[in-house]
């Protein structure tokens, strides 16, 4: 699967969020790169759609397989 720069960056920084805090939500990822909520969550929609990531019931964000490959 090909994934975009961007998209990259998203994961990288959940990832290194991850490592240094044990749940990483939304709010964190928008403050972490200085972007809007709303640009954040529809990133993280994107990254949903093609199974990289995914959110539980309280919104924290973790991994898929798929994602924690890349």
């Known amino acids: 699967m090909v994934i975009h720069e961007s998209a990259e960056d998203y994961l990288e920084t959940i990832y ?5 805090q044990e749940n ?6 928008a403050a972490a790169l200085g972007f809007s909520k709303p640009s954040v ?3 993280l929609k994107d990254l ?3 199974e990289l990531i995914y959110t539980d019931k309280t919104g924290y964000l ?3 397989e798929q994602g924690q490959k890349q």
């Open 24 to 29: 990483v939500r939304a709010i964190d990822v």
């Open 62 to 64: 973790f991994f898929t």
């Open 41 to 43: 969550s529809h990133a």
């Open 48 to 50: 949903k759609e093609k």
């Open 16 to 20: 290194v969020l991850k490592s240094q």
